[in-house]
């Protein structure tokens, strides 16, 4: 590889937000995109994502995140919607514990439509909500570690957390291509449309059990 060519070209990759209706999805990611909350938003009609742009390791890189459209309340989230997806952000609304019993449905779904490495992040949103918490911190903890997943709590309605989030499941993107082009070379040309470039930063998969938020974590 020629680090000279590889230093002009463009990385985009899709991230997806997944989970059941009204948990707060499209409010993470325009607060996240936006800096913006809608107390009223509607349920999401139509494909939505944004692209937003972050550096990494000198490069600038972009994420391409993806809204379910309002499909999660019909249960026909479509395999399009997972096509390419290399992250993705497993999100439950810590007020309602059945947005919570539905996480196992959605990583299987995750996992079926995926072909590739994806880098997950479990979202217990609405952490400003803790007076009628319904779904304990240690309990997001401990399906995340069941699961290997990330796990965060976040309020997107006063901000907390929310870049962290997204940006944790940008980086381990990185570091999921890393290893995958260390071993194969033809890796790069299979993700022609999910361009990522390579990041070494020192990290390893011990990191993923250093990164638990909740909304005391400050």
Wanted: glycine letters at 8%; hydrophobic letters at 35%.
């Amino acid at each position: 590889m020629d680090s000279d060519e590889e230093a002009g070209e463009e990385y985009l990759f899709k991230v997806v937000i997944i989970g059941d209706s009204a948990v707060g999805k499209s409010n993470l990611l325009s607060r996240y995109a936006r800096n913006e909350f809608n107390m009223n938003s509607k349920a999401t009609i139509g494909v939505e994502f944004q692209t937003q742009s972050m550096d990494i390791d000198g490069k600038e890189v972009k994420a391409q995140i993806w809204d379910t459209a309002g499909q999660e309340r019909f249960r026909a989230v479509t395999s399009a919607y997972y096509r390419g997806a290399v992250g993705g952000l497993i999100v439950y609304d810590i007020s309602r514990r059945s947005t919570f019993d539905s996480v196992g449905r959605w990583l299987d779904e995750l996992k079926t439509h995926s072909d590739t490495t994806v880098a997950k992040m479990l979202v217990g949103n609405k952490c400003d909500l803790e007076n009628i918490r319904d779904v304990s911190v240690e309990e997001g903890k401990n399906l995340a570690e069941a699961e290997g997943l990330f796990f965060m709590e976040t309020s997107a309605l006063d901000s907390t957390n929310v870049i962290m989030a997204f940006e944790i499941v940008i980086r381990e993107i990185y570091n999921n291509v890393s290893r995958k082009v260390l071993n194969s070379e033809s890796y790069k040309a299979e993700l022609s449309v999910n361009r990522v470039n390579l990041m070494s930063n020192g990290t390893d998969g011990s990191k993923k059990n250093q990164h638990y938020y909740s909304c005391c974590s400050g």
